[in-house]
């Protein structure tokens, strides 16, 4: 492994599971999930964008979270897969930077995004007078292309940084993809600025758009509780707990991983809570939109009646 190490730019990934029977069971409730994950963000993204009654910011919104999914699971368990079956551990230089790259930016844009949620039902519930001037098309528009943007750029950032890193004995990541805080103790040069840097973009990729979510939701319930309308209360509350579930599975494990320091953090931890936020979640939110949420249900009847199975 030193000899290898020192003779190649590529990267080891030591993978999540151990490369026996328990393993690959494993690895294949993964690939179920992923599955899944793939099949429901893919379906919902398109559902949105055929049925013209969930053409709303809220359903617009929620196909991009849908898409960033997609995307995030997409980056990470493929490659798992394939290491696994192939007995090949490596990923090259190029490989780890693309995958770092696409990890990072969904992982930035997709708290902006809920946070972008989180305002239109604050606007919706609190303010619906002027819902379609708070959120019109233009608001909608750059409520999409912000989050995708600050994203790329905080990616790029890190992606450039951490690839430019000296890494003098092992090229070996204990993870099953490549990720900040699973390469920085690779490096033989102090990188406590840098993890100061990780530190502060997190702050304002997580817990900036937490506290908005925070904010937003507070002030939801405690309209919710001056309706007179059991339904409208009922609606409301649905609606915010759904979007609570989702916050929670992906900034908690998220917050918890990306704010220890180098001395308190364990690999065998930080791989089984990334597959929290890059893998469970990814699969639970096209579930948790579509099955609690009766105009998306609809659609899926009335996108399904535009194809009618043909006669023999």
């Not at 929620?62 to 490659?79: A, N, R, W």
């Not at 979640?281 to 609690?292: E, F, G, K, Q, V």
Request: hydrophobic share 45%.
């Amino acid at each position: 492994m030193e000899k290898w190490n020192k003779t190649s730019s590529d990267f080891i990934l030591l993978g999540l599971f151990p490369q026996n029977q328990t393993g690959l069971l494993l690895l294949l409730l993964i690939l179920l999930i992923f599955i899944l994950a793939s099949v429901g963000n893919s379906g919902m993204t398109a559902l949105i964008f055929l049925d013209p009654r969930l053409h709303t910011p809220m359903y617009f919104l929620l196909s991009q979270l849908s898409l960033m999914d997609l995307m995030y699971i997409s980056s990470t368990v493929p490659k798992m897969v394939y290491n696994f079956l192939s007995g090949q551990k490596s990923i090259s230089f190029l490989g780890c930077g693309v995958q770092m790259f696409f990890f990072l930016t969904m992982a930035g844009s997709e708290g902006l995004i809920l946070a972008s949620m989180a305002y239109d039902r604050f606007v919706a519930i609190c303010h619906p007078l002027h819902y379609p001037i708070r959120m019109s098309k233009s608001v909608c528009l750059k409520m999409i292309l912000v989050p995708w943007t600050l994203g790329s750029i905080n990616s790029v950032a890190h992606t450039f940084y951490i690839l430019h890193l000296p890494y003098c004995t092992s090229r070996a990541i204990n993870h099953f993809f490549c990720d900040v805080p699973a390469m920085v103790p690779l490096a033989c040069v102090d990188t406590w600025v840098y993890e100061y840097m990780v530190f502060v973009s997190t702050g304002l990729f997580l817990i900036v758009p937490f506290l908005g979510i925070t904010v937003s939701y507070g002030r939801v319930i405690f309209t919710v509780f001056h309706m007179r309308s059991k339904e409208g209360r009922r609606k409301a509350f649905t609606t915010c707990s759904t979007h609570l579930t989702v916050v929670t599975f992906y900034c908690a494990p998220f917050a918890y991983t990306y704010f220890r320091p180098k001395n308190l953090r364990f690999p065998a931890e930080d791989k089984n809570l990334a597959v929290f936020y890059t893998i469970l979640t990814p699969m639970l939110n096209p579930i948790i939109y579509s099955l609690r949420n009766k105009e998306v249900l609809g659609a899926m009847r009335r996108v399904w009646g535009m194809f009618p199975p043909r006669k023999k």
